[in-house]
Every structure is written in C-alpha cells, then in structure tokens.
C-alpha cells in the first residue's frame, strides 16, 4: 500500500516535470524566433490582426494568420491541416506571429494553442 | 455547393447593389436558400430598395456583438420569392449610424472580421443557407476587405470607365489574389453598341482577356433600368427582361467557379 502510494506520488512529480520541461520549451521556442530575427519588435506596430495587417504580412505569415482567424483558436497542427505545410513550418510561423504580437499562445495540458483574441474565442451575446 | 459571395468594384454606382439582390432572388427561385447582407454601411440602400418599413434590428447589431444573427435577418421569402427562401440583413441607413460605423477602430474591425468568419458555421452549416451575398462597400476600406476575406469567392463589378477597369486590375493583384480569393468579374453598364455586332464584341471580349481579367460576363446598359430608379425588382417583376436572363447565366456560371 504504502511502496504503491509512492509509486504514485512519483508517477504525479515526473507528469508536473514533464509539464513544466513543456512550458519551458514554448518559451524557448519564442526566444529561438526573436534571436533568428535579430531586429527588436517594432513598438509602433499596433498588436491587432485586422484585415490591413493582413494585408501587410508576407504571404506565408498572412496564410497562417488567415487560417487562425477562421479557426478562432488552434494548435500548429490544426492550422497544418488547413494549410497542407509541415506541423513544425506553421508552429514556426505561429510563434513568429506571438512573437509580433499579432496571436496569443496558452498552453492546456501537453497541447499549445494560438488565438487571436480571448473575447472572440469565449464569444457571448451581451442579449438575445 | 454552398457559397459565401462578396460583390465588390472599385469606383461607387457600378451596379452592385441591383446586381447583389437579383442575383439573391434568382437563386432563392431556383429553390435555393439565400441570405443577402448590405455591408455597405456608409450609403445603407438595401432597406429603401426593397420598401421595408421596419427593420428592428441590424447587421450593425450583430457585428457590434449586440444580437445574434438570427435576430437580425428579415425573412422575405413569402413576399420576394417565387420558391427557395430570401433572409435580408440590412444596415442601418440612419445618419447616426453611418457616424457610428465610420468611427469604428482597429480592433473593433478585428473583430467584426471574426463574427463574419463565423457565418459560415451559424449559417451555411446550421441554418442550412446555400448562398450569402454580401453587397459590399466600393473600394479599399475596411468592411469591404473584412467582406472579400470572409467569402469562398469575389464578383466585382465594373464600368467601362478606364479608370475603373484599372482600379479593378490592381484589386485583383494586390487585394484579392493576396486573399487567394477565386475571382469574377462583371462588365457592368456596357454600351450597347459595343456589343451589337459579333465583331466589336470579340474585340472587347479579346482586349479584356488580354489584360488577364477574369470576365465573367458582359452586361449591357439598359435605360429601362435607369429609368425605373430602383423601383423595380426586375428578377421578379421582369423575368424575361434580358438583363434577368443575362444575369441567371451569371448565376449558373458563379456556380461552376
């Protein structure tokens, strides 16, 4: 009973490590996208992804973008799906898109996942 | 099968409107479930058009995330159809609104984008609606570009003018090819002399082609249109009119695109 209550107690340790070890990589990931594009953000960018920004981005972001927006929200291979590139190519282009301030990146369990923007994903109709 | 259709030109008074709601009804006769919007919130017209008194609720409500859709469409099948069902979101004419719209930020655009994305689930999916048409504002600005992201497929309508067939070329390179959007256009108000004889009318049809516009059809100039002043809903009241059979092989060809 008690050697078994161990095993779980360390069964539970390693999962939080695991989870943690995740969460450290997300944000590697976003340093490793800052570092490969060496100029600092531009502050007068506004951070809002309407249609002009759109627009604005080189094709292969505003497909990403584009794609997310219709998703509302969506992991790297959600988006992959859609698109038809590798899971790493568009998990690359979403963390670039974070990291330009345009998409929001939250972790739930062992699944990353990217959105434009909080009131839109939990949508609600102030009347009916 | 189902499709969200934006039409769209460049310069103002090209002929979306009359196109957008014909091209509604002549679907909705074929049978077929239709839901036409007016998002051109800076000169609202659907509503005068169609002399409907009273519109409670608009498509600025649901795009301000006040009501739902299905709040805001007026169901004119019974009156505007010969079969099919016709669903109309109008947008709000009065002056305060046309204020309001105009003064609208970044972020509430974004967000507009995100409640027309998802008509395409509320709509085709859930409602069963086979066609949305979305009747847009000319040019470069806001909600038309929030309109053409959100349709499967762009019209854009065109005059003979120069300026506007090159207006209409640059937004078919810059705008709706960057969008990877499918693309028709209409040549709208053509002198009927232009079209008269087979000739002239290889030479236009050539001429377009050669600039790589993606010409859809060619309509004539009717006076008898003009002179109705919008009075008239012409797939309904004028079925053999040949602007009506012009347009239902429009609508057959929007099919195949």
């Not at chain 1, 695991?18 to 570092?35: A, C």
């Not at chain 1, 979403?94 to 301030?101: C, F, S, T, Y």
């Not at chain 2, 479930?33 to 608009?58: G, H, M, T």
């Not at chain 2, 709509?123 to 847009?136: P, S």
Request: charged content about 30%; aromatic content about 6%.
């Amino acid at each position: 009973m008690t050697v078994r209550k161990l095993e779980g107690t360390q069964t539970r340790l390693l999962q939080k490590i695991k989870e943690s070890l995740d969460r450290l990589n997300d944000k590697m990931e976003v340093i490793i996208e800052l570092q490969k594009h060496s100029s600092p953000v531009n502050p007068d960018i506004p951070d809002v992804l309407d249609v002009m920004t759109l627009l604005s981005l080189p094709d292969h972001l505003r497909k990403t973008a584009i794609t997310l927006c219709k998703l509302e929200q969506a992991t790297a291979e959600e988006v992959a799906e859609q698109t038809k590139r590798a899971r790493a190519v568009e998990s690359s282009y979403l963390n670039q898109l974070v990291m330009m301030g345009y998409l929001k990146k939250e972790r739930r369990g062992r699944k990353a996942y990217f959105y434009v923007d909080k009131e839109e994903v939990n949508k609600t109709w102030q009347k009916s | 099968m189902a499709k969200i259709i934006a039409v769209h030109s460049y310069k103002g008074g090209t002929g979306k409107t009359l196109l957008s709601l014909n091209l509604a009804v002549l679907y909705a006769n074929r049978g077929k479930n239709v839901c036409l919007f007016d998002l051109d919130f800076r000169a609202p017209s659907l509503q005068s058009i169609l002399a409907v008194k009273s519109a409670e609720y608009w498509v600025n409500d649901y795009l301000n995330g006040v009501y739902d859709i299905k709040k805001v469409l007026v169901d004119l099948s019974k009156t505007h159809t010969k079969r099919g069902s016709l669903l109309v979101g109008f947008a709000n004419p009065s002056t305060e609104a046309i204020r309001e719209m105009s003064a609208k930020d970044r972020k509430w655009e974004m967000k507009a984008l995100g409640r027309l994305l998802s008509l395409k689930n509320s709509l085709l999916d859930d409602m069963h609606i086979d066609y949305i048409i979305l009747d847009t504002s000319p040019g470069l600005q806001y909600s038309s570009i929030n309109a053409i992201v959100s349709a499967d497929l762009v019209l854009v309508v065109s005059g003979m003018d120069i300026s506007d067939i090159k207006g209409t070329q640059r937004m078919i390179d810059e705008l709706y090819d960057l969008f990877e959007k499918k693309t028709g256009l209409i040549m709208n108000k053509v002198f009927a002399d232009f079209l008269s004889s087979k000739g002239h009318r290889q030479d236009l049809a050539r001429k377009l082609i050669d600039s790589k516009l993606p010409v859809v059809d060619m309509i004539p100039c009717y006076c008898d249109i003009l002179r109705t002043g919008g009075t008239l809903l012409f797939a309904n009241d004028k079925p053999d009119h040949p602007f009506v059979k012009i347009l239902d092989r429009v609508a057959t060809t929007v099919d195949k695109l």
